[in-house]
T-cell receptor, first 110, second 116 residues
Framework: SQKIEQNSEALNIQEGKTATLTCNYT??????LQWYRQDPGRGPVFLLL?????KEKRKERLKVTFDTTLKQSSFHITASQPADSATYLC?????????FGQGTELSVKP | DTAVSQTPKYLVTQMGNDKSIKCEQN?????MYWYKQDSKKFLKIMFS???????INETVPNRFSPKSPDKAHLNLHINSLELGDSAVYFC???????????????FGPGTRLTVL
């Protein structure tokens, strides 16, 4: 069955560094992949969508890449700040529904 | 202005009870969803309605029944609550729905259900 996995449950980095989160999928070739941010006690908030024919997408300090050969998407936050601390979820779109990864909890220390 | 709202925020109840969670969106979207997020933070779709019509019904016990009185509202009724139903339930909406083309989903704040 189709599966999506995020490479780590938690990631701790120092303020100012680049945070890199990775999402791998198996048994499927999604046309779209999305990244969401979730803060404690709140619902996920959409960040970026990338299509299979796009290698890279940027939005301010955020960058998403999509490698259909490796079946992987990477999410980067440059010049990270403590306010970036949250759980980040990747999701692929299949048959009219979003299939989410389990999330990576990012903690940015001052 | 809250785009997607849910009530209640917290719900604590005994096993065997029946409860409802309400969801409203003021974005003018055609499609609404219910998701369940378990204790491991895994978010999984349960139902989806497009223009008040049920279009996605995942493998969910039939104790769960969604109802969409109009495009702006999607309620979730749960009968005979069980311990395993304890989770956070999120409502979401999107402007349109397509089987092949993704649209941004806007999530509500969640309802934390605890079954004792």
């Amino acid at each position: 069955s189709q599966k999506i996995e995020q490479n780590s449950e938690a990631l701790n980095i120092q303020e100012g560094k680049t945070a890199t989160l990775t999402c791998n999928y198996t048994n499927y070739s999604p046309a779209y992949l999305q990244w969401y941010r979730q803060d404690p006690g709140r619902g996920p908030v959409f960040l970026l969508l990338i299509r299979e024919n796009e290698k890279e997408k940027r939005k301010e300090r955020l960058k998403v890449t999509f490698d259909t050969t490796l079946k992987q998407s990477s999410f980067h936050i440059t010049a990270s700040q403590p306010a970036d601390s949250a759980t980040y979820l990747c999701a692929f779109y299949q048959g009219g529904k979003l299939i989410f990864g389990q999330g990576t909890e990012l903690s940015v220390k001052p | 202005d809250t785009a997607v709202s849910q009530t209640p925020k917290y719900l604590v109840t005994q096993m065997g009870n029946d409860k409802s969670i309400k969801c409203e969106q003021n974005l003018g979207h055609d499609t609404m969803y219910w998701y369940k997020q378990d204790s491991k933070k895994f978010l999984k779709i349960m139902f989806s309605y497009n223009n008040k019509e049920l279009i996605i019904n995942e493998t969910v016990p039939n104790r769960f029944s969604p109802k969409s009185p109009d495009k702006a509202h999607l309620n979730l009724h749960i009968n005979s609550l069980e311990l395993g139903d304890s989770a956070v339930y999120f409502c979401a909406s999107s402007q349109v729905w397509s089987r092949v083309s993704a649209d941004t989903q806007y999530f509500g704040p969640g309802t934390r259900l605890t079954v004792l």
